[in-house]
C-alpha cells in the first residue's frame, strides 16, 4: 500500500522554541529573500504603488526595502502599517508564515522553524505549539499549504531506503544528540567542504563574494564568502559590516541567562534535518556533509564576530547562523547542493 503524505495531525519538532518579542529583525530584509505569490503582488499593488521590487532579470518579486533604514516600506517603529491598519490576515504570506515552515510526511505536517530571526534563536522562550503555528501556516482559505512533501521511502544514505517510520525512529536519536549541543561534527558524522562536481569551493566563495550592493543579504553573503575563502584557500577576510547588528543588538539586552553556542548551532541543525527540505537534494548523509560545511563556516563567522564585538559568545553564534540560514537557502547555495555528490 502506497502512504502518502499528510498534511495532519501537526507535529511539533522536540525541544523547538519560538516567541515574537519584536526584535524587528524579520522586516529588515528576510522578507526580500522571501518571495511574493501572485495573489500577494494583487492585494499590495492595491494598497500601494511602490511595495512591489522586481529584480531584472528575475521572475520572484520581493517586497520594497526603504534604502536608509533598509527595512520594508510598511515598517516603522511602532510595527507593520498593514497590520496595523488591515489586519495581521492582510500581510503578505512570507509575513504571515515566518518563521514557520511545513512539510507533509507520512505521519502528518511536521512544523519547522527557520533561524534567520533573534526571536527564534536567542534568549528564554516558550515552546512552539500547533495552536500557535497553525494560523500562520494556513492559506486564506484555511487549507494547511505544505512547502514540501516526503513519501514513504527515505534514503538514510544513498545505498539504504528506509520507510518513514523506521527513518522516524532513527533520526530521534541524532535529533535528541544535536539539541543536547555537545560534538556536533561527531554527531553529524561528516566531513566539510567536500570535493564538488563541476566548480570549487574557491569558486563558490568568489560567486558569493560578487552579491554587491548595500543590502543586509549582499553583505550575508560576502560574510559567507569570505568564511568560505578563509578555510578553504587561507584568503584575508574583506567584509566587516553586520548585516543585522541592529536587531542583534537590541536582543543581546534581553538575554541574561545565555546558552552555549553550541546548543544554538545544534538547535539550528536540528531543525535543519526536521523540515527535510534536505530530501529535494539526495540522502541524509549527503545533507549531513553540507550540514557539516554550513556548521564550519559559521563557526569561523561566529569566531570573527567574537573578535570583532564584545559580546556573549552564544550571540555570535546566533548571529552566525542567522548567515548561514539566509544564505543557505540562496541560489547560489542551491548550485552548491546540487554540486555535492550524493552518498
Ligand atoms: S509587510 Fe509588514 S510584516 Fe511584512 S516585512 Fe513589511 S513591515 Fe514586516
Not at 23 to 43: N, P, R
Not at 307 to 320: F, R
Request: charge should be negative.
Amino acid at each position: 500500500m502506497t502512504v502518502l503524505a499528510r498534511r495532519e495531525p501537526l507535529l511539533v519538532r522536540p525541544g523547538a522554541r519560538f516567541d515574537c518579542v519584536g526584535d524587528g529583525l524579520c522586516c529588515s530584509d528576510i522578507h526580500a529573500v522571501g518571495a511574493l505569490s501572485e495573489e500577494d503582488c494583487e492585494m499590495l499593488s492595491v494598497i500601494s504603488e511602490d511595495a512591489i521590487d522586481r529584480h531584472e532579470g528575475e521572475d520572484a518579486a520581493v517586497l520594497m526595502m526603504r534604502s536608509d533604514t533598509g527595512r520594508c516600506v510598511f515598517w516603522s517603529e511602532q510595527g507593520c502599517a498593514i497590520h496595523a491598519k488591515l489586519g495581521p490576515e492582510m500581510k503578505p504570506t512570507p509575513c504571515i508564515q515566518f518563521p514557520y515552515a511545513l512539510t507533509a510526511t507520512p505521519a502528518g505536517g511536521r512544523i519547522s522553524t527557520q533561524h534567520r530571526c533573534t526571536c527564534r534563536t536567542l534568549g528564554p522562550l516558550p515552546p512552539v505549539t500547533v495552536e500557535d503555528a497553525r494560523p500562520c501556516l494556513v492559506t486564506s482559505d484555511g487549507e494547511l499549504k505544505p512547502e514540501h512533501a516526503v513519501l514513504d521511502d527515505v534514503a538514510w544514505s544513498s545505498v539504504e531506503s528506509l520507510s518513514f517510520a523506521e527513518y522516524a525512529e532513527r533520526e530521534a536519536g541524532l535529533i535528541g544528540a544535536l539539541i543536547e549541543g555537545k560534538n556536533l561534527t561527531t554527531v553529524l558524522e561528516a566531513q566539510p567542504f567536500p570535493e564538488l562536481r563541476d566548480t570549487t569551493w574557491s569558486e563558490v566563495a568568489d560567486e558569493l563574494l560578487d552579491f554587491h550592493g548595500p543590502s543586509r543579504a549582499a553583505a550575508a553573503s560576502r560574510w559567507f564568502g569570505d568564511a568560505i575563502g578563509f578555510l578553504v584557500d587561507r584568503r584575508e577576510r574583506t567584509e566587516s559590516q553586520r548585516p543585522w547588528a541592529d536587531a542583534f543588538e537590541r536582543a543581546g539586552e534581553r538575554v541574561v541567562d545565555p546558552v552555549s553556542p553550541n546548543r544554538v548551532f545544534g538547535d539550528w541543525l536540528a531543525d535543519e534535518i526536521w523540515s527535510m527540505r534536505w530530501t529535494r537534494f539526495g540522502s541524509l548523509a549527503r545533507a549531513r556533509v553540507e550540514l557539516a560545511t554550513r556548521l564550519a563556516i559559521a563557526r569561523r563567522i561566529a569566531g570573527w564576530l567574537d573578535i570583532s564585538t564584545p559580546k556573549q559568545d552564544n550571540i555570535s553564534a546566533a548571529e552566525a547562523v542567522m548567515i548561514v540560514d539566509v544564505i543557505g537557502t540562496s541560489d547560489p547555495w542551491e548550485k552548491v547542493q546540487e554540486a555535492i555528490p550524493n552518498i
